[in-house]
């Protein structure tokens, strides 16, 4: 059982060598790289870095690992915001980057299987020349491997919905070296326990992802963009909750707040009015979008949203989204130096303007900066806190704000986190949320299938 933090030995280095060709690295530049992650927390080095080929080496590697109680966190493109990837306990940081492999494009079943260390915006580059698109879009370019162990989602879930329900099949990898292969290329499954959804999210705690069977759809014949202004951040979030109740088929709706805004502007040359603004965009016919646009328009009115603009043009539309996912950048990049806390909360949709009002209060009185965006049409938000790396002392501060805000949610009826998952910063809020008893269930299954607690240790659970 793993509870302090593991370094190899000249032994098990050699050991480790010999079961991939020689690929493990210890040098402190590829620590680094593999020691860190897009979130505030400090980074934590492993003992050594290992890169995989195939389903077989995980197999050996774990298999070692396991008998040997080595740590072992998969890694892809660092990109999470939880400290997913960060190897709290030492040991291997299993790099899965060049196991990237479109194995198999299907149109006509309309699917596509993959290896692990695909990335989100290569793979839909290939997508687009059979008329096909992979629709869970976190933002960042993101591995499949990582968005499905961290059950991603993103700004068209609204529509097509998260990782969870676009991830038909899996192979994965045991602790103990066992492949397993969970789920089928069907649309439907009545067959068994539902394993490929407990391995989906689970955030490289129970097993290694190593392929991936998606589903895809057909790009639409016609898609258009729009965007409005509120005076404040309650009446925008009012009035993407009429239109969700409307049943307006929407394929995204975003909330950025004025800061958000002014961030974006700086960061690709946008002139944007520095105002709470929703960003909207439709799938469909010609028709269809324009009569869906003409119906948000109506509704936004009622709830004091102006200057409604709307686009049909592809390069339009590609720039003003391109400038939603790059909020994130955009805000470290107005503060060098800086680092961001994003918090991920998500409530039912009738509770929606009272979270946000909630969050906002609470951070209004606080010392740190910060803004709040995110998925509306899920009720699904985030606040973006910025924190210097250079004062540890800030981030206990702003845990202790985050915890407050996630209580308040959880009370709604609420969710500490729609899409990043729980990493080691919300292990006491999935007690919170879930209750004891059901996070003892969990524990029985991580100690069943990891039973020496040796895949990503200190995430998820205390073990």
């Known amino acids: 059982m793993i509870k302090s933090r593991v370094d190899l030995t ?38 050594a870095v290992v890169t995989v080929h195939d389903a077989q080496e995980i197999s050996n590697v774990l298999k070692y690992c396991n008998q040997e109680g080595i740590p072992v966190v998969a890694f892809g493109a660092g990109s999470s915001l939880e400290g997913h990837v960060l190897p709290l ?30 990335h989100r915006v290569e793979l839909n580059e290939k997508l687009s020349a059979h008329g096909l698109f992979f629709s869970v879009d976190p933002g960042a370019n993101a591995t499949l491997g990582g968005m499905a162990a961290t059950g991603a989602a993103g700004t068209t879930t609204v529509r097509y919905g998260s990782m969870r329900e676009n991830v038909l099949a899996l192979t994965a990898v045991l602790a103990d070296g066992t492949i397993i292969k969970t789920g089928r290329e069907t649309r439907k499954l009545s067959a068994g326990y539902d394993l490929t959804r407990l391995l989906v999210g689970s955030e490289g705690t129970l097993a290694i992802i190593t392929e991936l069977t998606l589903r895809v ?58 105002k709470p603004t929703l960003f909207f965009e439709f799938h469909g016919s010609p028709q ?59 409530v039912p949709l009738s509770k929606l303007s009272t979270a946000v009002t909630c969050a906002d209060q609470i951070l209004s009185k606080s010392k740190f900066s910060y803004s709040i965006l995110g998925h509306v049409a899920d009720a699904n938000f985030h606040c973006f806190i910025l924190t210097d790396p250079n004062n540890p002392s800030e981030l206990p501060e702003i845990r202790k704000l985050t915890h407050e ?3 308040q949610i959880i009370e709604m009826g609420g969710t500490c986190t729609g ?45």
């Open 288 to 346: 269809g979008v324009q009569e869906d646009a003409q119906s948000v328009k109506d509704i936004v009115g009622e709830f004091n949203g102006s200057d409604f603009e709307w686009t049909a043009d592809e390069s339009a539309r590609r720039k003003l989204w391109q400038a939603r996912h790059n909020a994130y950048w955009a805000g470290i990049a107005a503060n060098p130096g800086m680092r961001a806390v994003s918090t991920d909360a998500a």
């Open 217 to 274: 759809y057909g790009i639409p014949e016609k898609m258009a963009a729009a965007i409005v202004r509120f005076p404040n951040l309650a009446d925008g979030v009012n009035a993407a909750t009429a239109i969700v109740r409307s049943g307006i088929a929407i394929a995204r709706c975003e909330f950025l707040d004025e800061k958000c805004i002014k961030n974006v502007n700086a960061h690709d040359g946008l002139n944007l009015q520095e």
């Open 10 to 47: 000249a032994i098990q280095l050699e050991a480790l060598k010999k079961l991939v060709d020689g690929r493990v690295s210890t040098n402190d530049s590829v620590l680094d790289q593999h020691g860190k992650d897009e979130s505030a927390i400090p980074p934590v080095k492993p003992s």
């Open 89 to 118: 306990f030492g040991g291997i940081s299993l790099d899965v980057t060049e196991m990237n492999k479109i194995i198999e494009i299907r149109p006509d079943d309309l699917l596509v299987r993959v290896q692990p260390g695909v």
């Open 419 to 463: 899409e990043h998952g729980i990493g080691s910063g919300k292990i006491e809020a999935l007690i919170e949320e879930t209750g004891a008893p059901a996070v003892e269930i969990m524990r029985q299954i991580k100690k069943t299938l990891d039973p020496n607690n040796i895949l990503n240790p200190g995430k998820v659970l205390k073990i």
């Open 405 to 407: 805000i996630t209580q």
